[in-house]
T-cell receptor, first 114, second 108 residues
Framework: GAGVSQSPSNKVTEKGKDVELRCDPI?????LYWYRQSLGQGLEFLIY????????KSGLPSDRFSAERTGGSVSTLTIQRTQQEDSAVYLC????????????FGPGTRLTVL | GQSLEQPSEVTAVEGAIVQINCTYQ??????LSWYQQHDGGAPTFLSY????GLEETGRFSSFLSRSDSYGYLLLQELQMKDSASYFC?????????FGPGTRLSVLP
């Protein structure tokens, strides 16, 4: 079956512009996660959705970051007024009901802010 | 706070056995997961320990000791394709924390 998909695969933007990143989880997966990974670094947790609801948004780095999920499926991560330090690979993952421990990752969106 | 610690690098030769350790400090600990990530690729799930003890999956095994807040990933019969970064991960409340990763280099 289809895995987690993310779009775009690459995004180059200018400082100050807004960007929107999209994630399509595996069908039937109720939980969805967003992470950020800088080159050669570990994964930084951003936000987690159970269904359409995000119990804790404290992982988002600043108020320029927001995320939503609709219909228990697609999620978008929006970064407003991008800064150079936002440059990273943004990874999305999903998991089956009741199994947060096994997450299936998408290929990521590489964001470059000039 | 919530944190996981791992060695930054490990080197071993083909056919050898290597152990990657992970110590953690999280609130509301559920269990420890392990992921593999090749350069340029996405993380892929390897194993999960909810209870103390050893879980074996083929050449890979993972161990957890809740009393010591410690776990490890054991890779046996190393192959060149095992060269990758390995991350331990844990859930703390509504957050999912990954360790900084251990870069494994397998030499011929």
């Amino acid at each position: 079956g289809a895995g987690v998909s993310q779009s775009p695969s690459n995004k180059v933007t200018e400082k100050g512009k807004d960007v929107e990143l999209r994630c399509d989880p595996i069908s039937g997966h109720t939980a969805l996660y967003w992470y950020r990974q800088s080159l050669g670094q570990g994964l930084e947790f951003l936000i987690y959705f159970q269904g359409n609801s995000a119990p804790d948004k404290s992982g988002l780095p600043s108020d320029r970051f927001s995320a939503e999920r609709t219909g228990g499926s697609v999620s978008t991560l929006t970064i407003q007024r991008t800064q150079q330090e936002d440059s990273a690979v943004y990874l999305c993952a999903s998991s089956k009901p009741g199994t947060n421990n096994e997450q299936f990752f998408g290929p990521g969106t590489r964001l470059t802010v000039l | 706070g919530q944190s996981l610690e791992q060695p930054s690098e490990v080197t071993a030769v083909e056919g050898a056995i290597v152990q990657i350790n992970c110590t953690y400090q999280t609130s509301g600990f559920y269990g420890l997961s392990w992921y593999q990530q090749h350069d340029g690729g996405a993380p892929t799930f390897l194993s999960y320990n909810a209870l103390d003890g050893l879980e074996e999956t083929g050449r890979f095994s993972s161990f957890l000791s809740r009393s010591d807040s410690y776990g490890y990933l054991l890779l046996q019969e190393l192959q060149m394709k095992d060269s990758a970064s390995y991350f331990c991960a844990a859930r703390g409340g509504q957050n999912f924390v990954f360790g900084p990763g251990t870069r494994l280099s397998v030499l011929p």
